[in-house]
Protein backbone atom coordinates (compact mmCIF):
# COMPACT_ATOMS: atom_id res chain seq x y z
CA UNK A 1 0.00 0.00 0.00
CA UNK A 2 1.29 3.56 -1.10
CA UNK A 3 2.45 5.86 2.14
CA UNK A 4 1.64 8.86 0.06
CA UNK A 5 -1.24 10.67 1.32
CA UNK A 6 -4.37 11.34 -0.90
CA UNK A 7 -3.17 14.77 -1.45
CA UNK A 8 0.21 13.69 -3.40
CA UNK A 9 -1.02 11.40 -5.19
CA UNK A 10 -3.83 13.79 -6.47
CA UNK A 11 -0.71 16.17 -7.41
CA UNK A 12 1.01 13.44 -8.73
CA UNK A 13 -2.06 12.54 -10.97
CA UNK A 14 -2.05 16.43 -12.10
CA UNK A 15 1.60 16.61 -12.83
CA UNK A 16 1.00 13.69 -15.26
CA UNK A 17 -2.18 14.77 -16.87
CA UNK A 18 -4.78 16.50 -15.48
CA UNK A 19 -7.97 14.74 -17.57
CA UNK A 20 -11.01 13.50 -15.87
CA UNK A 21 -12.05 10.61 -17.73
CA UNK A 22 -15.59 11.04 -16.74
CA UNK A 23 -17.53 7.73 -17.80
CA UNK A 24 -21.17 8.40 -17.49
CA UNK A 25 -23.55 5.40 -18.08
CA UNK A 26 -20.72 2.82 -17.60
CA UNK A 27 -21.56 -0.32 -16.76
CA UNK A 28 -19.94 -2.34 -13.77
CA UNK A 29 -18.99 -5.27 -16.08
CA UNK A 30 -17.57 -3.21 -18.49
CA UNK A 31 -15.31 -0.90 -16.15
CA UNK A 32 -12.23 -2.82 -15.48
CA UNK A 33 -11.99 -3.28 -19.18
CA UNK A 34 -12.44 0.28 -20.09
CA UNK A 35 -10.16 1.94 -17.23
CA UNK A 36 -7.48 -0.20 -17.76
CA UNK A 37 -7.60 1.25 -21.54
CA UNK A 38 -7.93 4.59 -19.93
CA UNK A 39 -5.04 3.75 -17.56
CA UNK A 40 -2.68 2.81 -20.61
CA UNK A 41 -3.69 6.27 -22.57
CA UNK A 42 -2.01 7.82 -19.38
CA UNK A 43 -5.42 8.53 -17.51
CA UNK A 44 -5.25 8.90 -13.86
CA UNK A 45 -7.88 10.58 -13.03
CA UNK A 46 -11.37 8.37 -13.37
CA UNK A 47 -14.64 9.68 -12.19
CA UNK A 48 -17.97 7.60 -12.57
CA UNK A 49 -21.13 9.68 -11.76
CA UNK A 50 -23.92 8.70 -9.42
CA UNK A 51 -26.65 8.65 -12.21
CA UNK A 52 -24.55 5.31 -13.77
CA UNK A 53 -25.87 1.69 -13.40
CA UNK A 54 -24.76 0.48 -10.45
CA UNK A 55 -21.70 3.15 -10.13
CA UNK A 56 -19.84 2.28 -6.57
CA UNK A 57 -19.70 -1.25 -8.00
CA UNK A 58 -18.36 0.49 -10.90
CA UNK A 59 -15.68 2.42 -8.72
CA UNK A 60 -15.11 -0.44 -6.65
CA UNK A 61 -13.59 -2.44 -9.71
CA UNK A 62 -12.04 0.47 -11.09
CA UNK A 63 -9.96 1.04 -7.68
CA UNK A 64 -9.14 -2.71 -7.36
CA UNK A 65 -7.79 -2.86 -11.08
CA UNK A 66 -5.76 0.25 -11.30
CA UNK A 67 -2.53 1.07 -9.25
CA UNK A 68 -2.26 3.74 -6.68
CA UNK A 69 -0.79 6.59 -9.03
CA UNK A 70 -4.61 6.73 -10.34
CA UNK A 71 -7.46 8.26 -7.96
CA UNK A 72 -11.18 6.76 -8.91
CA UNK A 73 -14.12 8.33 -7.52
CA UNK A 74 -17.74 9.77 -8.30
CA UNK A 75 -18.92 12.83 -10.12
CA UNK A 76 -22.66 13.95 -9.62
CA UNK A 77 -22.52 13.90 -5.99
CA UNK A 78 -25.24 15.80 -4.16
CA UNK A 79 -24.90 14.70 -0.60
CA UNK A 80 -23.26 13.79 2.39
CA UNK A 81 -24.27 10.51 2.32
CA UNK A 82 -22.94 10.44 -1.47
CA UNK A 83 -19.73 11.04 0.17
CA UNK A 84 -20.14 8.69 2.85
CA UNK A 85 -20.86 5.69 -0.07
CA UNK A 86 -17.60 6.83 -1.89
CA UNK A 87 -15.91 6.88 1.09
CA UNK A 88 -17.02 2.99 1.82
CA UNK A 89 -15.77 1.65 -1.71
CA UNK A 90 -12.78 2.90 -1.47
CA UNK A 91 -13.02 6.02 -3.84
CA UNK A 92 -11.10 8.96 -3.73
CA UNK A 93 -12.23 11.61 -5.74
CA UNK A 94 -15.27 13.38 -4.97
CA UNK A 95 -16.75 15.76 -7.92
CA UNK A 96 -19.63 18.26 -8.14
CA UNK A 97 -21.95 19.84 -10.62
CA UNK A 98 -22.14 22.58 -7.88
CA UNK A 99 -20.58 24.09 -4.89
CA UNK A 100 -22.46 23.26 -1.63
CA UNK A 101 -20.53 23.65 1.03
CA UNK A 102 -21.44 21.35 3.11
CA UNK A 103 -20.61 18.62 1.09
CA UNK A 104 -17.20 19.68 0.42
CA UNK A 105 -16.38 19.93 4.14
CA UNK A 106 -17.77 15.97 4.49
CA UNK A 107 -15.31 15.08 1.53
CA UNK A 108 -12.73 16.75 3.24
CA UNK A 109 -13.40 15.65 6.37
CA UNK A 110 -13.21 11.86 5.17
CA UNK A 111 -9.83 12.21 3.76
CA UNK A 112 -11.29 12.40 0.29
CA UNK A 113 -10.41 14.86 -2.87
CA UNK A 114 -12.81 17.55 -3.64
CA UNK A 115 -13.93 19.05 -6.92
CA UNK A 116 -17.01 21.37 -6.62
CA UNK A 117 -18.84 22.79 -9.84
CA UNK A 118 -18.25 26.89 -9.63
CA UNK A 119 -19.41 29.38 -12.57
CA UNK A 120 -18.84 32.47 -10.45
CA UNK A 121 -16.07 34.00 -8.49
CA UNK A 122 -18.57 33.89 -5.55
CA UNK A 123 -18.69 30.18 -6.17
CA UNK A 124 -14.85 30.25 -6.43
CA UNK A 125 -14.04 31.42 -3.21
CA UNK A 126 -16.96 29.86 -0.92
CA UNK A 127 -15.51 26.21 -2.57
CA UNK A 128 -12.20 27.03 -2.15
CA UNK A 129 -12.61 28.35 1.14
CA UNK A 130 -14.53 25.00 1.87
CA UNK A 131 -11.19 23.15 0.76
CA UNK A 132 -11.76 22.10 -2.39
CA UNK A 133 -8.97 20.73 -4.31
CA UNK A 134 -9.61 21.91 -7.80
CA UNK A 135 -12.56 23.85 -9.46
CA UNK A 136 -14.35 22.80 -11.82
CA UNK A 137 -15.98 25.23 -14.54
CA UNK A 138 -19.13 24.05 -15.07
CA UNK A 139 -20.63 24.48 -17.88
CA UNK A 140 -17.56 25.12 -19.74
CA UNK A 141 -20.21 26.02 -23.06
CA UNK A 142 -21.28 28.78 -20.38
CA UNK A 143 -17.76 29.28 -18.99
CA UNK A 144 -16.30 30.87 -21.94
CA UNK A 145 -12.26 31.03 -22.63
CA UNK A 146 -12.96 34.74 -21.88
CA UNK A 147 -15.06 34.37 -18.56
CA UNK A 148 -12.34 32.06 -17.48
CA UNK A 149 -9.51 34.47 -18.38
CA UNK A 150 -11.40 37.26 -15.92
CA UNK A 151 -11.99 34.96 -13.28
CA UNK A 152 -8.39 33.43 -13.36
CA UNK A 153 -7.37 36.74 -12.39
CA UNK A 154 -8.38 36.97 -9.06
CA UNK A 155 -8.39 33.34 -7.72
CA UNK A 156 -5.24 32.34 -5.43
CA UNK A 157 -2.27 31.58 -8.02
CA UNK A 158 -2.16 27.94 -8.44
CA UNK A 159 -5.76 27.12 -7.79
CA UNK A 160 -6.82 23.99 -10.38
CA UNK A 161 -9.09 24.95 -13.02
CA UNK A 162 -10.63 21.88 -14.83
CA UNK A 163 -13.49 23.50 -17.46
CA UNK A 164 -15.62 20.74 -18.41
CA UNK A 165 -18.78 20.00 -20.77
CA UNK A 166 -18.27 20.31 -24.37
CA UNK A 167 -14.79 19.38 -24.35
CA UNK A 168 -13.28 17.98 -27.30
CA UNK A 169 -9.39 18.04 -28.59
CA UNK A 170 -10.47 20.24 -31.49
CA UNK A 171 -11.36 22.98 -28.59
CA UNK A 172 -9.32 22.50 -25.72
CA UNK A 173 -6.51 25.16 -26.85
CA UNK A 174 -8.72 28.60 -25.72
CA UNK A 175 -9.41 27.23 -22.84
CA UNK A 176 -5.62 26.08 -21.82
CA UNK A 177 -4.60 29.60 -22.96
CA UNK A 178 -6.97 31.55 -21.35
CA UNK A 179 -5.58 29.60 -17.59
CA UNK A 180 -7.04 26.09 -17.54
CA UNK A 181 -4.72 23.77 -15.79
CA UNK A 182 -7.00 20.46 -16.85
CA UNK A 183 -10.43 18.95 -18.62
CA UNK A 184 -13.06 16.81 -17.58
CA UNK A 185 -13.98 14.73 -20.58
CA UNK A 186 -17.21 13.54 -20.80
CA UNK A 187 -19.42 12.54 -24.43
CA UNK A 188 -16.45 12.64 -26.72
CA UNK A 189 -13.93 9.86 -24.84
CA UNK A 190 -16.80 8.26 -23.36
CA UNK A 191 -20.72 7.29 -24.30
CA UNK A 192 -22.67 4.50 -22.88
CA UNK A 193 -21.99 1.43 -25.24
CA UNK A 194 -18.42 2.08 -26.39
CA UNK A 195 -16.18 -0.30 -26.67
CA UNK A 196 -13.22 -0.50 -24.70
CA UNK A 197 -11.25 -0.37 -27.99
CA UNK A 198 -13.06 2.88 -28.95
CA UNK A 199 -12.64 4.78 -25.40
CA UNK A 200 -8.58 4.06 -26.11
CA UNK A 201 -8.55 6.00 -29.34
CA UNK A 202 -10.48 8.45 -28.29
CA UNK A 203 -8.35 8.90 -24.79
CA UNK A 204 -5.18 8.76 -26.67
CA UNK A 205 -6.23 11.83 -28.70
CA UNK A 206 -7.13 13.68 -25.71
CA UNK A 207 -3.64 12.86 -24.32
CA UNK A 208 -2.10 13.53 -27.49
CA UNK A 209 -3.90 17.24 -27.89
CA UNK A 210 -2.39 17.83 -24.20
CA UNK A 211 1.18 16.67 -24.24
CA UNK A 212 1.27 19.10 -27.27
CA UNK A 213 -0.43 22.10 -25.50
CA UNK A 214 2.51 21.79 -22.52
CA UNK A 215 5.26 21.74 -24.73
Given at each position: MSTNSVAERFASANSKLPLVAILRGLKPEESEGIALKLYEAGFRLIEVPLNSPDPFASIATIRRALPLDALVGAGTMMTIENVQQLKACGGELVVMPHADTAVIRAAKDAGLICAPGVATPTESFA???????????????????????????????????????????????????????????GSALYKPGMTADKVAAAAWKFTTTWQNMVR
Open positions: ALAAGADALKIFPAELVTPAILRAIRVVLPKGTRLLPVGGITPENMQPYFSAGATGFGL
